[in-house]
């Protein structure tokens, strides 16, 4: 046993966070200008290209922009050749985004293993490892889903909403490499708690990308008079995006959720006991249920069920944070 | 399915006052309902009367998942019928403008070299058999006979009428659907399973004592309604060593980080030994031994004023902390003159503070125990139950100096305290572990793992599967022999991508022999949808 390897790798897991989060910053920098760009020219040249509007939540100003812009978003078959030149700018700043985003990802991908190295166990045994593993997840599936559909103008929120957790992590729940309590020390671990992590990347990006999606079919109510289509069939590359990152991800947290009941069996004598934390899993699972029920029932309801969705995202993170601060429970993990 | 959706939030709701307040049977924390009651006197009782303390088992909670499953059954029975008429029949028709359904290709099939090449494809085709160049029809009809091929080879179930082809693929995925949706049914039997047969169970055993599998040596037992306690398992242990590691040195010093319990059992199969440790329980026939916590039992020798020894052996301290502080109490009823009890607390690792000791670690380092006195009439002979961890103390007076101080003593291991006015001696002789065990029997537990087991296999088709339909038509508007091919997605997933193009590219060309891409049939051009 290397105690002073140990530290060091320990210590390299730390850096490349920090190196991980500096890349991610220059990301949402990148993102950022590019959404800029966008909405400047969509202001001062409404005829140019198609466009995505960005996922924001604009003041008034905002939506007049998007006024001129979605005319265009709706023609967006029209053969108008598009203006390279105009172009140009807010390409090279959404793929310098993704390519830093690429870099940012691989390098917390490295402070994870490293991390693991370091405790020679799986890297997500408390709530920082939970953070740190759980935004590299974030990470893999939104550049997954980069690869799916056009969907970079939410790369600005999925990398904020990255770099919020990683702040949270190295600051508040940041805790050194250490041993865990004998009740953790088990494969349902590993198990239980990827799967956890997993579905939570999926939800994450689901839940942005539905936001996306509803903010643009909001806009475009008000433009346009064609009737939105909301379901997988629909055109709109944010709510295809959202519906496979949520078709993919439920049965993977049902997955969380069973395992966790055996592992529970195990190291209680009980599968059940509606602990807070169970219990708060069990109404994010019965969230996403109802919101896939909603998606497949008639068009009307569909066009709501994001709200749905937003509301199981809101109780996974609940499940996260809230649970382990304000409800106490059982799980040793709830140690902040 | 908008019942569906209704329900499904309403349970979702319903599930979080559970989670905010206090339930009673929820294991984290036996005594917080009568916290709470004395906190809010006021609230309590409206809250209780509307099991608000037992969402859980609440008459309204039970209402939504009833109806839910009511609502379920009702929806997906008759779905099971319909599944059976189609899973027997053959795909349907295609519909009359393919051009309306998704990723619909046109293209032609005719050979664009003028080389009148014989029918390339190997199968004999009443068309091609007949040996004419191949005319407008046979070259469809060849084309038609490739993607059929390839279709079946890809797993659909193919019919061929004589101008299309119609494919369907995926209907396992209705099957799962089905099979999840009843295994939340089968899944309600098994949790029934535990709720109406099973029990758990909480029991402390001191290091070298024993424990007999009867209700009467819990410290804590709850039966579920039909079960009955006559029914335990024939069944006991001696706990032969308890160790317990904790964390040295660093910020999480003090965590434990090893637990280890060894038993030697006698049970009706025979005699064993057994390590028992957190996730690696003792288990006899279905009955569950968990090893969930422990704690010290100071072994405490009491003397009353002529010399008898009237209490002695470990005797059970709570912990109330991280770092192990604990409770106890010592009671002597039959000491002379008149009744003794001690109270006193344990420091498994005593520091000095201010006004008096602390512990520091959870392991013992330096075990001390501070102890005052109480005598009188300890109330044990009016038959009324009594906790063996706290004193009744309205018929005692507590013990006292010659000057009147309150009496009070300190003990490391060894030492011996006298008690004021000669009214005997304590003896502090060391320290016993002793181990917590949580038991568990629940008989409904293998029925639940099934639905499960069905629950995850059943939505993982129903989600991942696409069931989808694809024709291939000849059209019959063209003068070139030409197909029409679409696909239709029956199920929320989008077909396969490049399923579409990989009929029309198998369909164009003979598979198996020429890689090439596609020389006699121009490349397939994909339509809008209007
Ligand atoms: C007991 C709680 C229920 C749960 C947890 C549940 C869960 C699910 C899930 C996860 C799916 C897969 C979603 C999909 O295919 O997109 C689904 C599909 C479905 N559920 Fe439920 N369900 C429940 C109750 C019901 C009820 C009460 C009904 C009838 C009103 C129902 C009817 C259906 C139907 C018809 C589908 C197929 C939807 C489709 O073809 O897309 N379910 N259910």
Redesign the pocket.
């Known amino acids: 046993m290397n105690f002073f390897l140990d530290l060091d790798v320990a210590r390299l897991s730390d850096s490349l966070v920090a190196s991980a989060m500096a890349v991610l910053g220059l990301a949402l920098l990148a993102y950022a200008a590019d959404l800029a760009l966008r909405h400047r020219r969509t202001r001062t040249e409404p005829a140019t290209a198609a466009v995505l509007a960005p996922a924001s939540i604009g003041s008034s100003h905002d939506v007049r922009a998007d006024e001129h812009a979605a005319p265009e978003t709706a023609a967006a078959d029209d053969p108008n050749p598009v203006d390279g030149a105009s172009r140009e700018p807010e390409r090279m700043t959404g793929r310098a985004g993704t390519s830093l985003s690429v870099l940012g990802v691989g390098l917390l991908v490295a402070a994870v293993i490293a991390r693991g190295f370091a405790a020679e166990r799986a890297p997500w045994a408390n709530m920082y490892e939970f953070a740190l593993t759980g935004s590299a997840s974030v990470g893999i599936f939104y550049l997954a889903s980069l690869r799916q559909a056009p969907v970079r103008a939410m790369g600005v929120w999925v990398v904020g909403l990255t770099l919020l957790l990683l702040g949270l992590g190295t600051t508040v729940l940041y805790t050194p490499v250490d041993g865990i309590v004998p009740v953790l020390d088990s494969y349902w671990l590993v198990i239980h708690v990827a799967a956890a992590i997993i579905a939570g990347g999926l939800f994450t990006v689901g839940f942005v990308a539905t936001a996306a999606q509803m903010v643009r079919a909001r806009r475009r109510r008000s433009t346009d008079s064609r009737p939105p289509a909301v379901d997988g069939a629909s055109d709109d590359p944010f709510a295809k995006v959202a519906h496979n990152a949520h078709?993919v991800a439920?049965?993977i947290w049902?997955f969380a959720v069973l395992a966790g009941a055996i592992w529970a069996e195990n190291a209680w004598g009980r599968y059940w006991g509606w602990d807070p934390k169970e219990t708060w899993a069990f109404i994010t699972?019965?969230l996403?249920?109802a919101y896939?029920?909603a998606?497949?029932t008639d068009r009307r309801w569909a066009r709501s069920a994001g709200w749905l969705a937003i509301a199981g995202f809101l109780s996974f993170l609940f499940n996260f944070f809230g649970v382990n601060i304000w409800l106490p429970g059982l799980h040793s993990y709830a140690g902040v | 399915?908008?019942?569906?959706v209704i329900?499904?939030v309403l349970?979702a709701v319903a599930a979080i006052p559970g989670s905010v307040l206090p339930q009673r049977g929820v294991a984290s924390n036996p005594v917080a309902v009568n916290r709470f009651y004395l906190k809010h006197p006021d609230l309590a009782p409206w809250l209780d009367r509307m099991w608000l303390f037992e969402v859980y088992s609440a008459p309204w909670f039970a209402a939504i998942?009833v109806l839910?499953?009511?609502?379920?059954?009702?929806?997906?029975i008759p779905?099971c019928a319909t599944l059976w008429r189609e899973f027997r029949s053959p795909p349907p028709k295609a519909p009359r403008h393919l051009a309306r359904e998704s990723d619909f290709h046109e293209f032609t099939v005719a050979d664009p070299d003028p080389d009148p090449d014989p029918d390339p494809d190997p199968d004999p085709d009443p068309a091609g058999a007949a040996g004419p160049p191949v005319s407008r029809d046979g070259a469809a009809a060849a084309a038609l006979d490739r993607a059929e091929e390839h279709l079946r080879r890809r797993g659909f179930a193919v019919v061929r009428a004589p101008t299309e082809v119609r494919a369907e693929k995926g209907r396992v995925?209705?099957l799962g659907?089905l099979v999840?949706?009843l295994s939340?049914l089968i899944l309600l039997v098994g949790v029934a399973g535990g709720r109406l047969f099973g029990y758990e169970a909480r029991a402390a055993v001191v290091v070298g004592g024993s424990f007999t599998n009867v209700v009467s040596s819990y410290d804590a037992f709850t039966p579920a309604p039909w079960m009955d306690p006559e029914d335990l398992e024939p069944l006991s242990f001696t706990l032969d060593s308890f160790d317990a590691e904790f964390e040295a040195a660093g910020g999480r010093a003090g965590e434990p980080r090893d637990f280890d319990a060894r038993v030697t059992y006698t049970t009706t199969g025979g005699e064993g030994t057994a390590e028992v440790r957190p996730n690696q329980p003792l288990v006899v026939n279905g009955t569950k031994f968990f090893l969930t916590g422990h704690g010290y039992a100071p072994r405490l020798t009491v003397r009353d004023s002529t010399g008898d020894v009237i209490s002695s052996g470990p005797t059970i301290f709570l912990p109330n902390d991280s770092v192990f502080t604990s409770d106890g109490v010592v009671k002597a009823p039959d000491a002379q003159p008149e009744g003794l009890a001690l109270e006193g607390t344990f420091y498994p690792t005593a520091a000095p503070v201010q006004d008096g000791l602390v512990s520091v670690f959870p392991d013992q380092l330096n075990p001390r125990v501070e102890l005052d006195a109480w005598t009188g009439d300890l109330g044990l002979d009016d038959g009324a139950t009594q906790s063996v961890f706290t004193l009744d103390k309205t018929r005692l007076r507590e013990v006292r100096e010659v000057d009147g101080t309150v009496w009070s003593a300190t003990l490391a291991p060894g030492e011996q305290v006298a008690l004021p006015g000669g009214a005997g001696t304590v003896t502090f002789n060391g320290v016993t572990r002793f181990a917590n065990f949580q038991v568990a029997r629940d008989p409904g537990k293998e029925i639940s793992l099934v639905a499960a087991i069905l629950l995850m296999v059943g939505?993982t088709v129903?989600?991942a599967v696409p069931r989808r339909r694809i024709w291939v038509r000849e059209s019959a508007v063209h003068e070139t022999p030409t197909l029409e091919i679409a696909g239709r997605a029956l199920?929320?997933r989008a077909l396969p991508p490049g399923e579409i193009a990989r009929v029309a590219a198998a369909a164009a060309s003979p598979p198996a022999h020429s890689p090439a891409p596609q020389p006699n049939a121009s490349p397939p051009h994909s339509q809008e949808t209007p």
């Open positions: 078709l439920f049965p049902t699972w019965v996403y249920a896939l029920h998606q497949a | 399915m908008r019942t569906a329900l499904l349970l998942y839910l499953l009511i609502s379920m059954t009702g929806c997906v779905r995925r209705e659907n999840f949706h939340l939505l129903s989600l199920a929320r």
